[in-house]
């Protein structure tokens, strides 16, 4: 084949205009060469001459084809955009140059060709096509709701309702999330005009109404569905829970009403409507709704929020005695003997607080059924009985009801004077936990041959110059503990616990306190935790507070610290007014915490301090409708169990010297009361025996973290 000589005589066809002969010499060329592009770019060209797009886009696509073969994807681009100029609507040629700019992440470009795709199929009535192309766009560009609005039309003309109202709903919720609300309502209405019975959609117009803050719009759109309609249990509940917005309490109580005769599951949903009522403090309604929920759904999350919100009740009203009785049946229900035993107990404070004796005794009977070997029950029984009996049986005694730590200090005789062994050195060195080691060893082969008197002995002794030692404090208490020395015990789990404070080991701290309520009583009724925190004094006006006593008794029969913490559950506000021995004091409360205190010629702390040590007498305690100066900064516990330090360190002192005389113990008792609680020396000895049972009232607060003592 002569190339050369038949290029020139097809350019010579063509300058006379003999286009198909031309192309006839072209396709000899191409009979001997078919790989040769630009032989198929002149075919091509004359083609398109001829107004032959068919054929020239065949030439075209094989060009392109070879391009992007050989990884020339500019040139395969530009084939396939000449064939699409000539065949504009060649879904062929698109496809290939979308094939081209996907892999060149050329994305904008994608989009275009995608557009054009799809108004071609659309164009050709390719439905499904159409809709791939949509499905491919939306994905590229989920920011273009215009798209997903086109896809809904198009779905809804071809007849397909349910995947357009689908859409419809979902760019709603992007509009919603967006805080677009207008076009929320738009999409909203679209779905209408589709679906006009659409159940769903009420609730959703609803909704956007509720965000804009058109409450009573939405109630109209509600309500105008359910004209229409009554059967909508949905549309009802969403209902109430505007109504409860719109402060509407007895129409949404209405609408509840109907729901639940409908079907018993919507109880569930009626907590905001009882925390509304609790916020208007209507807690009477609010228990019987509590009630009906924790006998028809007893299922565990409604059954702890029914508990939260009988706490919240408590918390506004410590006196309301059926909260107490529901509260009861839903710990024990679950199992939860611990808060069912803390119930127990502040329900019986609030009976006492009504004089409804018996029915705290009843109570206290209940406590010592879960717990029958809790000192702490017993006593309160005991106290229960007295208040009921009036005391009439101690006072026909004529002599008070016997320590309950008697045997007690029966088993601490031998070991009360322990001293250190003459084989003992006193100059032990405990700088390493190694050394803490070795010194508890030889403390455990002094337990082994007997010798406990002297392994106690040891331990106060070094404990003397490391107080800070946990791990020798731990020993200490235990050998106290096995020794029969309760009291001792527990006051070594309050050093511990003091030690773990400073270090903020809180719970750890708090486990410690806990096993301290146990072995001492006199620490054992700490319940903060259980008494309400916000509640306010009942109201009174000054005439009446000062000629009407609230509360008044014996202080031999009802110890001073009981009636304190009864003030203190019950977060009074008032004066409590003491006589003993011709001597009167005054403790001045604000909602249940100790604000000052006056008594033997002294004010503040120290006045408190010395009330601490009054074992008889008489109490009254008047209300006041305002509060008082605050002159103690210190908490309840704190003012208490410090005024029980300073007692135990007096009494013992006295019993080391024979008896200080009186002026000697109150100079004591002074001087120890100005030094900082931490820099003094920590005693081991117990609390003075007949303080036994005096419950300490309230756990540490703000200035000393703990949950409770």
């Not at 008697?406 to 005789?413: I, L, P, Q």
């Not at 309050?494 to 903020?504: F, G, M, P, S, T």
Request: overall charge negative; glycine content about 4%.
């Amino acid at each position: 084949m002569n190339l050369p000589k038949l290029l020139k005589q097809a350019e010579k066809l063509v300058s006379y205009g003999k286009t198909t002969e031309a192309i006839e010499v072209y396709q000899e060329i191409l009979s001997e060469d078919f790989q040769n592009n630009q032989i198929h770019s002149l075919i091509a060209d004359l083609y398109i001459e001829k107004r032959d797009m068919q054929r020239a886009s065949r030439h075209l696509f094989k060009i392109a084809s070879d391009w992007a073969a050989q990884g020339n994807s500019v040139e395969a681009a530009a084939s396939y955009r000449k064939i699409l100029k000539i065949l504009p609507k060649n879904t062929l040629a698109r496809e290939k140059l979308l094939e081209i700019f996907t892999k060149n992440g050329a994305k904008n470009e994608v989009i275009n060709l995608m557009m054009e795709l799809c108004a071609v199929a659309e164009s050709e009535g390719n439905v499904p096509k159409t809709i791939e192309y949509l499905e491919k766009l939306i994905s590229l560009d989920p920011a273009n709701r215009s798209l997903s609005t086109k896809l809904a039309l198009f779905l809804n003309d071809r007849g397909l309702k349910e995947k357009s109202i689908e859409i419809f709903y979902q760019l709603a919720r992007d509009y919603f999330r967006d805080e677009h609300y207008e076009d929320t309502l738009g999409a909203l209405e679209k779905i209408r005009a589709i679906d006009p019975k659409d159940r769903n959609l009420p609730i959703r117009v609803s909704e956007v109404y509720e965000k804009q803050g058109k409450i009573e719009k939405g109630i109209e759109t509600l309500l105008t569905s359910l004209a229409e309609d009554p059967a909508q249990p949905n549309t009802m509940a969403f209902l109430a829970r505007l109504c409860i917005k719109a402060g509407k309490i007895e129409e949404a109580e209405r609408i509840y009403e109907k729901l639940v005769k409908i079907n018993k599951s919507y109880l569930a949903q009626t907590f905001p409507f009882i925390e509304v009522l609790l916020a208007e403090r209507k807690l009477d309604r609010a228990l019987a709704h509590i009630e009906r929920l924790q006998k028809e759904v007893p299922d565990g999350p409604t059954r702890q929020k029914c508990v939260e919100l009988l706490e919240e009740i408590l918390k506004l009203d410590p006196q309301k005695l059926d909260a107490y009785r529901l509260l009861e049946s839903l710990y024990g229900t679950a199992f939860q003997y611990d808060q069912l035993a803390l119930t127990l107990l502040s329900h019986a404070d609030a009976y006492i607080a009504k004089c409804e004796y018996a029915k705290a005794l009843d109570l206290a009977r209940q406590l010592i059924d879960l717990e029958p070997y809790n000192e702490e029950y017993r006593r309160k029984h005991q106290v229960i009985e007295k208040l009921l009996s009036g005391g009439s049986r101690a006072k026909a005694l004529g002599k008070p009801a016997p320590a309950a730590s008697s045997e007690e200090d029966d088993e601490e005789a031998p070991y009360v004077a322990a001293k250190v062994d003459s084989h003992f050195d006193p100059t032990v060195s405990i700088v390493t936990d190694e050394d803490v080691d070795n010194f508890i060893v030889d403390i455990e082969l002094l337990e082994k041959f007997g010798q406990h008197a002297s392994a106690i002995g040891r331990l106060e002794h070094v404990l003397k110059q490391y107080p800070q030692e946990i791990k020798l404090r731990q020993k200490l208490k235990i050998l106290y503990f096995d020794r029969k020395m309760p009291k001792r015990a527990a006051q070594e789990c309050l050093e511990i616990a003091k030690i773990l404070q400073h270090q903020d080991q809180k719970e750890e701290a708090n486990k410690y306190l806990r096993e301290a309520q146990r072995l001492n009583p006199v620490l054992s009724s700490a319940r903060r935790d259980a008494a309400p925190a916000t509640v306010k004094a009942a109201p009174a006006t000054a005439a009446a507070a000062a000629s009407y006593a609230a509360l008044k008794g014996d202080l031999s029969e009802i110890g001073l610290l009981d009636v304190i913490q009864m003030l203190d559950n019950c977060q009074k506000t008032g004066k409590l007014l003491i006589s003993s021995e011709r001597q009167a004091g005054t403790i001045f409360f604000n909602a249940g915490r100790i604000v000052n205190a006056i008594y033997q010629e002294k004010a503040g702390d120290e006045a408190m301090y010395a009330l601490v040590a009054v074992k008889g007498g008489t109490f009254e305690y008047q209300p006041s409708a305002t509060a008082f100066d605050v002159v103690i900064h210190n908490s309840n516990t704190n003012l208490l169990l410090e005024g029980l330090r300073l007692l135990d360190e007096a009494n013992r002192d006295m019993n080391e010297a024979e008896a200080l005389p009186y002026e000697q113990t109150e100079a004591l008792l002074q001087t120890a009361s100005h030094e900082p609680l931490e820099s003094r020396p920590q005693p081991v000895t117990s609390v003075n025996p007949s303080l036994a049972g005096v419950p300490v009232l309230q756990s540490i607060d703000e200035q000393n973290p703990l949950e409770e003592i």
